[in-house]
DNA sequence: ATGTATGCAAAACATTTGCACCTGG
DNA sequence: CCAGGTGCAAATGTTTTGCATACAT
């Protein structure tokens, strides 16, 4: 029952946060931006305004529940935290998003933040590329 | 004279051109937004449109003058290329902007794109952090 | 009941574009 | 002279916000 997920963020139990993560949870894509979640509610016939889409994705990416990677300047997609961290692979032709996590990337950035005198709070890493698919398919 | 650089990829030599080149050389800071380039242009009384900034500094990164950096997400600023890559560190403070060059990284993110198929086109990696200064300054 | 959440429409931003006019080679 | 460049205003696309109404606890 996944409103008690959202009690256990502190979050009250509304209509439009319990539909919005279960698309998060039930989409085939792990990958969405705010219009397409947008979208999959209205196909599901759930009418909440794009605003409220917005806001419900925020508020669940303070609580935890989700992250936001941004996307070549100016578009967002949110993904469902799995507690791991990882960083990301893009396809430059078909957009797909692939993920990977490597150890001597996160110690090395460890490291130059020390060399630089910065205390590090976050990073962000995206490899551009194309992928397998795109390449077969000489798209 | 720097209208030969522009002549050089190919751009011809206006008056907005020069002006522009001039400021992100001639600029104490490194790193500029298209608004930065507008505001110093007015500053030393010229009047370029805030649309020819953006079209200018496009054409320069096209031409590989200077490159473009997406700061979280929807925000862009500009350097001068210098020819040699470099991934960067960014003050969540005080927006200072470090550089950093780590040739483990470089190859790891080789590795990984390998790994997944991927034919890599390009990377970007950020390392969030608060600078020295803001630690000291407590601020 | 009562403090939040929502919906809608309007605002905010950074950036781009259409189009008439101007300019560099 | 003429292709290309520029200025302005309007359009874009994404995300945020103000405000009156609706809802969860």
């Given at each position: 029952?996944?409103?008690?997920?959202?009690?256990?963020?502190?979050?009250?139990?509304?209509?439009?946060?319990?539909?919005?993560?279960?698309?998060?949870?039930?989409?085939?894509?792990?990958?969405?931006?705010?219009?397409?979640?947008?979208?999959?509610?209205?196909?599901?016939?759930?009418?909440?305004?794009?605003?409220?889409?917005?806001?419900?994705?925020?508020?669940?990416?303070?609580?935890?529940?989700?992250?936001?990677?941004?996307?070549?300047?100016?578009?967002?997609?949110?993904?469902?935290?799995?507690?791991?961290?990882?960083?990301?692979?893009?396809?430059?032709?078909?957009?797909?998003?692939?993920?990977?996590?490597?150890?001597?990337?996160?110690?090395?950035?460890?490291?130059?933040a020390?060399?630089?005198?910065f205390k590090m709070t976050?990073?962000?890493?995206?490899?551009?590329?194309?992928?397998?698919?795109?390449?077969?398919?000489?798209?």
């Open positions: 029952m996944e409103s008690q997920d959202l009690r256990k963020v502190g979050l009250k139990v509304t209509l439009p946060r319990i539909k919005i993560l279960d698309i998060l949870e039930n989409s085939e894509q792990r990958h969405m931006s705010a219009e397409d979640v947008y979208k999959a509610l209205l196909e599901m016939g759930n009418e909440i305004g794009l605003a409220t889409v917005y806001r419900v994705l925020t508020q669940f990416e303070g609580a935890g529940l989700i992250s936001r990677l941004t996307i070549d300047g100016g578009h967002a997609v949110f993904e469902l935290a799995d507690g791991n961290h990882h960083d990301h692979l893009l396809c430059v032709r078909c957009n797909r998003i692939a993920e990977f996590m490597d150890d001597v990337i996160e110690q090395r950035q460890r490291a130059i020390v060399e630089k005198g976050d990073h962000s890493l995206y490899i551009y590329g194309i992928c397998s698919e795109c390449q077969s398919s000489g798209e």
